[in-house]
């Protein structure tokens, strides 16, 4: 699995054509979130990056961060329904498509490395600029591939 760089424009492009490509209609292939649930989880991750939102985490996460730290970012592909955060967890509560859609593109729109923290990550730790952009594109890619784009 070829890993991209989210802070060139192309890149950023395919990930919005991507983006772009799924309806409100558009049926996950795994998992237990709709297509609006999935948007508005993915700003989540994007939102800690630019450090506008804080994630605690817990102590069980903390500890077994050492274990996984590098499959955030490496070129190995993320297997499905792997454990998540629990305040990123977005079943159960209603999102509106067209808006969880806009937010998430003006986000990846702004991924830059000038927006991203320059703080360790609640969890994670300390992270490179490459890091923050493959973690985030890597994330992106899972979860866009879980809806068929």
Known sequence: MEIKNLYETSVKQEIKDRINKLTPNSQRLWGKMDVA??????????????????????????LMVPLFKK????????KNGLPT?????????????????SKLLGLVEKFSESAIRDTPHPIFGKMTMEQWSNATWKHLDHHLRQFGV
Do not use: C
């Open 37 to 62: 649930q999935m948007l508005a989880h993915l700003q989540m991750q994007i939102e800690v990056a630019y450090g506008t939102r804080i994630v605690k985490g817990n102590l069980l996460m903390k």
């Open 71 to 78: 499959s955030l970012y490496n070129e190995k592909p993320w």
């Open 85 to 101: 955060e629990k305040t990123f967890i977005t079943t159960g509560e209603s999102k509106d498509f067209e808006t969880e859609k």
